[in-house]
């Protein structure tokens, strides 16, 4: 059976990605980083199974910016298929360490496809590209396809712009099975919780338990087209057992904003909110006045892609990928998932 190796596999899509091939018999191997506490908790249930751990999943220490340790971890697995996963991730933080992000999310890539190369795996080993839509930043056209200009806006956006067209610059130079997934936003119960769709649901759960007030965001305007994480991770997959690598955009078609996000996962907690006021004096109440959500400035970034909307034809045609989980399911299922979250916490303070 095939072996894959996993950047990123503490992640949120790392964590699918993995369960995933393990049921398909994949031996996986998974880099983590070093950290003062634990950061495995999204696989700790594959590293509880004693038929699982050190058969078939193993973990390496390493780190995207340490090249002599992805060329050991290269030779001393030989993986069927690559899937370079980890980045920082965060687009407000990439404007605060605009350099570090640089070095994982772009000259990461880099070292891994040059590391391929040095190895003399290019024949074996398929290379998979965490893209995204964030490479499309300012609104070129609507909605965004493989063949869109790209307009980035932030350091995260330009440096996964450079990973994108390395991947294609090793791929058209030394012949590498290497393909970008330009995914759009995807989400989950796992997805971090600084990210909106998991902060809102967080803390719906939170405010009907009664263990937290208001919750503050920044643009409640901007527009996102938001999937389900584990239908997104199978289409990286996918995407490696074609025969020629490709670019494929992964998307819904479809797009909401932060605030309807906001909405529909208050309602499934219980609390119907009403938004009034503009910009920074914008406020979500509940059904008996008091403010719930309210705007922070703090929450602005120094430029914001208002809008993003992906048409997956190209992955339907080719891959048969179709987008299954609807966006109220979606927030549905994160919503529940949170309400439990918090019920547990609330029996833990008590
Ligand atoms: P997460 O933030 O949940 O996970 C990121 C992973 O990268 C973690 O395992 C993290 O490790 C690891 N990582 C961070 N820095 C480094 C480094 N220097 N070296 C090695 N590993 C590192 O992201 P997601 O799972 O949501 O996303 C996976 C990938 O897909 C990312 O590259 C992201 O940019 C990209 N993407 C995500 C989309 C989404 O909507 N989720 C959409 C499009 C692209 P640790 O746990 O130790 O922090
Ligand atoms: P994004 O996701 O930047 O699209 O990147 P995020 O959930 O952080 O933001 C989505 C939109 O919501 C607005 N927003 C807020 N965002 C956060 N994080 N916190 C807030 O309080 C808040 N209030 C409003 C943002 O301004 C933005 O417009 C994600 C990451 O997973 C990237 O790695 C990935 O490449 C892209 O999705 C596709």
């Keep these: 059976?095939?072996?894959?190796?996993?950047?990123?596999?503490?992640?949120?899509?790392?964590?699918?990605?993995?369960?995933?091939?393990?049921?398909?018999?994949?031996?996986?191997?998974?880099?983590?980083?070093?950290?003062?506490?634990?950061?495995?908790?999204?696989?700790?249930?594959?590293?509880?199974d004693p038929a699982i751990h050190r058969e078939r999943l193993f973990l390496h220490h390493g780190d995207l910016i340490d090249s002599s340790n992805l060329n050991r971890l290269l030779e001393k697995i030989a993986p069927n298929e690559v899937y370079n996963l980890g980045a920082q991730s965060?687009?407000?933080?990439?404007?605060?360490?605009?350099?570090?992000?640089?070095?994982?999310?772009?000259?990461?890539?880099?070292?891994?496809?040059?590391?391929?190369?040095?190895?003399?795996?290019?024949?074996?080993?398929?290379?998979?590209?965490?893209?995204?839509s964030e490479l499309y930043g300012l609104v070129q056209e609507v909605p965004q396809t493989e063949k869109t200009p790209f307009y980035p806006r932030s350091p995260y956006g330009v440096a996964k712009l450079?990973?994108?067209?390395?991947?294609v610059n090793y791929r058209e130079s030394y012949g590498l099975h290497a393909s970008n997934g330009i995914l759009f936003n995807h989400e989950s119960p796992r997805r971090g919780e600084t990210f909106v769709t998991r902060k809102i649901t967080?803390?719906?759960?939170?405010?009907?338990?009664?263990?937290?007030?208001?919750?503050?965001?920044?643009?409640?305007?901007?527009?996102?087209?938001?999937?389900?994480a584990p239908?997104?991770?199978?289409?990286?997959?996918?995407?490696?057992q074609q025969p020629e690598p490709g670019d494929y955009v992964c998307a819904t078609n479809e797009m909401h904003t932060v605030r309807e996000f906001c909405e529909h996962a208050f309602s499934a907690v219980g609390i119907d909110l009403t938004f009034e006021g503009e910009g920074v004096d914008e406020v979500g109440r509940d059904k008996d006045g008091v403010v719930r959500v309210k705007v922070s400035p703090s929450y602005f970034r120094p430029a914001e892609v208002e809008l993003l909307i992906g048409d997956p034809a190209k992955a339907r045609q080719i891959l048969g990928w179709e987008p299954k989980v609807?966006?109220?399911?979606?927030?549905?299922?994160?919503?529940?998932?949170?309400?439990?979250?918090?019920?547990?916490?609330?029996?833990?303070?008590e």
Aim: proline residues 1%.
């Design 202 to 228: 967080r803390a719906a759960g939170r405010i009907s338990e009664g263990l937290q007030d208001v919750l503050e965001l920044g643009n409640l305007d901007s527009q996102r087209d938001w999937g389900f």
């Design 1 to 48: 059976m095939p072996t894959a190796l996993i950047t990123g596999i503490t992640g949120q899509d790392g964590s699918y990605l993995t369960e995933q091939l393990l049921a398909k018999g994949y031996t996986v191997h998974g880099m983590i980083r070093r950290a003062s506490n634990f950061n495995t908790q999204r696989i700790e249930h594959l590293l509880n």
């Design 90 to 132: 965060h687009v407000k933080v990439s404007f605060e360490v605009p350099e570090y992000t640089a070095e994982v999310d772009g000259v990461g890539t880099l070292r891994f496809l040059d590391a391929i190369k040095e190895t003399g795996l290019e024949k074996r080993a398929r290379f998979y590209q965490a893209s995204t």
């Design 231 to 240: 239908e997104y991770t199978e289409m990286m997959w996918q995407i490696l």
């Design 326 to 349: 609807t966006f109220k399911e979606l927030v549905q299922i994160m919503a529940k998932s949170d309400l439990k979250l918090a019920q547990r916490e609330k029996l833990l303070g």
């Design 162 to 167: 450079y990973a994108y067209w390395i991947v």
